[in-house]
């Protein structure tokens, strides 16, 4: 409480949404009787994580939007030096951490400790990027260098913290570590498909419905909306967050400029 009283006078109220849903869930509330069952019955929770997903689908699509992709390409090695730091160091911390743990409170007859290593680390290291994305909203720096380096960053570290945690999963489930190879290249491939297929037939259809002399169609918004989904649904099959399919669509695809 001590700590939202703080963030509440400083000058990050994003984070202020994240800290009711902590004690709305199991942090505090939740452990009141008969609370979470009455409140959010088992029954409702697919419904709330659908609309929520679908909430948080459209906001960080419209983050993207704002995104100007010249000073992403202009800040390339940066944003891949603050990805490859911000993903290196928290993983090394979690991989340290996960020494003593697993000697004083994993039982290694089921865990190996390898397994419970590169999962430590993964979970240090994966980006929170949503609450990312509202925070530099919030503070008004999405048009800013600073936030788009921090945003191309945040998506570097997304692509390997969930190539990362699919490896770890497949192989406590005593499945190939192939399988976190394949999403990765599955992630490349549909990236390419996005920015230079897609792209283009999007480009097509907002020129000849004339989407960019005078707005966006009903026919344009469309094929926006099922490219959005569509991105954020096959993103999600394969086993990385459907978040990272919001971020081409919204980036590259949506530009309205000429993708020859």
């Not at 397994?115 to 949503?130: C, D, E, K, N, R």
């Not at 945040?154 to 990362?164: F, K, M, P, S």
């Not at 026919?219 to 990272?244: E, K, P, W």
Request: glycine share 10%; aromatic share 12%.
């Amino acid at each position: 409480m001590i700590g939202g009283i703080l963030l509440g006078a400083s000058s990050a109220p994003s984070c202020s949404p994240s800290h009711l849903i902590r004690y709305l869930g199991p942090t505090a509330f939740g452990r009141i009787p008969g609370f979470s069952k009455h409140i959010f019955p088992p029954e409702s929770i697919p419904y709330l994580s659908l609309v929520a997903n679908i909430g948080l689908c459209l906001f960080l699509f419209l983050v993207g939007l704002e995104i100007d992709t010249s000073i992403i390409r202009r800040n390339l090695r940066l944003s891949v030096t603050i990805a490859a730091a911000g993903i290196t160091i928290p993983f090394g911390l979690g991989a340290a951490l996960a020494i003593p743990v697993y000697h004083h409170f994993i039982d290694s007859s089921q865990v190996s400790y390898p397994h419970f290593m590169l999962f430590t680390g993964v979970a240090y290291s994966i980006t929170a990027f949503p609450v990312l994305c509202r925070i530099l909203t919030e503070l008004r720096l999405l048009d800013t260098t600073v936030g788009i380096v921090v945003l191309s960053a945040g998506v570097g570290n997304d692509i390997i913290g969930w190539t990362l945690l699919a490896l770890s999963v497949a192989l406590v489930n005593a499945g190939s570590g192939l399988t976190a190879l394949w999403i990765l290249l599955v992630c490349i491939g549909w990236s390419i498909f996005m920015l230079f297929i897609v792209r283009r037939v999007l480009f097509w259809i907002a020129r000849n419905t004339r989407s960019i002399e005078n707005g966006p169609t009903i026919l344009f918004m469309t094929f926006t909306i099922l490219v959005l989904f569509g991105s954020a649904f096959f993103t999600d099959v394969i086993g990385v967050h459907a978040v990272f399919g919001i971020v081409f669509p919204a980036v590259g695809v949506f530009t309205l400029t000429n993708p020859m």
